[in-house]
């Protein structure tokens, strides 16, 4: 079965940092595209970042830039979000994803929330 | 950056209903990038339908996609209580890689 659990989540207070990180097993893992996707309280869906199958290329919506890095071992099947500089619009449920090639984001993780506050 | 706007922002229907949702790029996307998720209450978001058309697995055809360039379409051919939930786009085509605002779906 193929599935992605993330963990490291929790209450940080502002200009903190925090990683996550999301265990995949049921696939090859370092034949994918990986994503971090979020959702702020009661708002919808927000892409964070993509990192490619060698963690050769990664991309970054504007907000975050320069803030967060992501990042993977393909050894230990593992993605992370390093997460910097929070702020308080940095709450949210942070979800990993697998990233198809045409196929969209499948699967998801169960999600973990962020809390940024003093 | 690729602008996905969704419409209805919510919408009630009642059982047996068909039900249809748009979503509208700011500019084309080739079909291959368009795909849609359901996200039900207190739950993670499920790939619905990718490449504008193509089912994902454990979904009934009561689900369907369709469009081109800078229209699509998602739509429910019967409503029933186990579709209630929300409904997101999200295209792959270019960085940043955008989901519409979503759209709630109920049961009247």
């Known amino acids: 079965e193929v599935q992605l659990v993330e963990s490291g989540g929790g209450l940080v207070q502002p200009g903190r940092s925090m990683k996550l990180s999301c265990a995949a097993s049921?696939?090859?893992?370092?034949?994918?595209?990986m994503a971090w996707v979020c959702q702020a309280p009661k708002k919808g869906l927000e892409w964070v970042a993509t990192?490619?199958?060698?963690?050769?290329?990664?991309y970054y919506r504007d907000s975050v830039k320069g803030r967060f890095t992501i990042s993977r071992d393909n050894a230990k099947s593992t993605l992370y979000l390093q997460m910097d500089s929070l702020r308080s619009e940095d709450t949210a449920t942070y979800y990993c994803?697998?990233?198809?090639?045409?196929?969209?984001?499948?699967?998801w993780g169960q999600g973990v929330m962020v809390t940024v506050s003093s | 950056e690729i602008v996905l706007t969704q419409s209805p922002v919510s919408i009630t229907a009642s059982q047996g209903e068909k039900v249809t949702i748009t979503c509208r790029a700011s500019?084309?996307?080739?079909?291959?990038?368009l795909h849609w998720y359901q996200q039900k209450a207190g739950s993670y978001p499920k790939l619905l339908i990718y490449?504008?058309?193509i089912l994902a697995s454990g979904f009934p055809d009561s689900f369907s996609g369709s469009g081109s360039d800078t229209s699509y379409t998602l739509t429910i051919s019967c409503m029933q209580d186990e579709v209630a939930a929300s409904y997101y786009c999200?295209?792959?085509?270019?960085?940043?890689?955008?989901f519409g605002a979503g759209t709630k779906l109920e049961l009247k």
């Open positions: 999200q295209q792959g085509s270019s960085s940043p890689y955008t």
């Open positions: 500019s084309s996307i080739s079909s291959n990038y």
């Open positions: 990192i490619s199958y060698d963690g050769s290329s990664t």
């Open positions: 490449r504008t058309s």
């Open positions: 049921g696939f090859t893992f370092n034949n994918y595209d």
């Open positions: 994803a697998r990233h198809v090639p045409y196929g969209g984001y499948q699967p």
